[in-house]
């Protein structure tokens, strides 16, 4: 058996250097550390530089930070995702999430920067790791739809719903991980 965590943000973490290390004492192999905007996507890349034996980085544009950027903050993201795309494990953390959403409109601009994510992970032969707030049936088909036109991974994360959501997702060959909410 392999402990990983499949799913964490670790830009903001004090003493990371000793988490780390207490991580690898514990016995974990992999550490996913995924990221939302610019800024984290830098910054994750430095955690793996500075801890690539155990991390395994994740680059990509959170969909709450889509809904509540300027469109030039995106591209500017969308560009750093494009040209690091080769520094990557995953592309992640993408989704989608309707909190933030006010009107129809901007579920399309989810929906629009989450396609041209799916793009360069089906491109890049990257898997996905997936957020859904408030869209969890949205953000399921989406990851269906991708894992069985590219045959790569998808990861729900946190996931925390009904039995018969996670039934589908485990039947078309969809990861999910539990949040700490679950317990």
Known sequence: MILCDAHCHLYDVENLESEIKKCIEMGFKAILCVSEDLETMEKTLKIRDKFGEIIYPGLGIHPAVVSLSPEEEIENAFNFLKNHIKDTFCIGEIGLDFKYV????????????????????????????????????????????????????ALLHWFTHS?????????????????????
Not at 117 to 141: G, M, V, W, Y
Not at 170 to 178: N, R
């Open 163 to 183: 039995k018969k959501l996670i039934k589908i997702a485990m039947e078309k060959g969809i990861y999910v991980s539990a949040g700490p909410s679950i317990l």
């Open 102 to 153: 006010e009107q129809e409109k901007d579920k399309e601009k989810q929906y629009f920067w989450l396609q041209e994510q799916l793009k360069l992970a089906k491109d890049e032969k990257k898997p996905i790791n997936l957020h859904s707030r408030r869209a969890l049936r949205e953000t399921l088909k989406v990851a269906i739809d991708f894992h069985k036109e590219t045959g790569l991974n």
